[in-house]
């Protein structure tokens, strides 16, 4: 069982890299094309800003899922020096249930915001496009993060190491 959730994040992970840095590489595309759209033909592209805009929020956000894949989520380190270091795994679990826990409620309130959202209708007003599938990077972020979490707590051997002070 431990190996199929190895696998299953692992692969979670490289999806999400793959997307944000497709997502970054359009920011630099529609940035770029607009600056030469300014210089050469006096006009920048039309919506190219705000893609970019879209582009690096979906980036961003899946950054934290990234971050916690990869160890160098932030923790409350001082802690660990109030408790002997025997206990240190243990709190390890119960940090990582309390932080599936976390990304749970704020997943569940990403939903509803998205939820909401597509019910309101809202749309952007440069490309007049509904804005709810692009906020589905939000409940996305928390509740694949509550997966990771729960992994961890459940397999300990699959938490990546921490990383200090990057």
Not at 8 to 15: D, E
Request: aromatic share 12%.
């Amino acid at each position: 069982m431990q190996g199929l959730v190895k696998n299953f994040l692992g692969a979670m992970y490289r999806i999400e890299i793959v997307v944000s840095c497709t997502a970054f590489v359009l920011v630099a595309i529609a940035l770029f094309s607009d600056v030469i759209g300014r210089e050469l033909l006096g006009n920048g592209i039309f919506g190219a800003q705000k893609f970019a805009v879209f582009c690096t929020a979906i980036a961003g956000l899946l950054g934290f899922t990234i971050v916690v894949h990869s160890g160098g989520h932030l923790r409350v380190s001082a802690v660990d020096r109030l408790f002997p270091e025997t206990w240190h795994p243990t709190m390890m679990r119960i940090g990582d249930v309390v932080s599936c826990a976390i990304c749970v409620f704020l997943g569940a309130y990403a939903v509803d915001f998205v939820l909401k959202s597509a019910q309101l209708g809202e749309s952007d007003m440069v490309f007049r496009i509904k804005m709810w599938p692009i906020q589905l990077v939000l409940p996305y972020l928390f509740l694949a993060s509550a997966l990771r979490y729960l992994g961890y707590a459940a397999f300990p051997a699959l938490r990546p190491e921490e990383k200090d002070g990057e």
